[in-house]
């Protein structure tokens, strides 16, 4: 098995406020079917309101990334599936769910991870 990260940029969902209790409806649902699929391990919304902060590697803090930047991930999914190919198929059910494009990106493996995550 391995783990995918599906998520999606923030300015990808463009749909009628209106419109949201129906989507956020859909994703759950997605959701749920990764659920009762075994494939699910976590997912979550990133509020656009909320501070960004950046930690350097000296341990300097800093704002930002700040709201003008181009590209900011609005949500994410993390599925464990055997290929490439079922990752994608979860990502399209999100995205249909999400009305909006997904990216899928295999998450690199670290068997002490997946140790830690066994415990």
Do not use: H, N
Not at 64 to 85: C, H, L
Request: glycine fraction near 8%; proline fraction near 7%; charge should be negative.
């Amino acid at each position: 098995m391995a783990r995918y990260l599906i998520s999606f940029d923030r300015g990808w969902m463009t749909f009628p406020e209106e419109d949201l209790p129906a989507v956020a409806a859909a994703a759950r649902a997605a959701v749920q079917e990764a659920v009762d699929a075994g494939v699910f391990v976590f997912t979550s919304g990133i509020g656009d309101t909320e501070p960004t902060t950046l930690v350097g590697v000296d341990g300097a803090v800093t704002d930002g990334p700040y709201p003008e930047t181009k590209e900011q991930i609005g949500g994410f999914a993390i599925v464990d599936v055997p290929s490439r190919d079922e990752a994608i198929a979860w990502a399209a059910k999100i995205a249909a769910a999400c009305r909006c494009s997904q990216e899928v990106r295999q998450l690199l493996p670290d068997p002490r991870v997946d140790a830690w995550l066994a415990r």
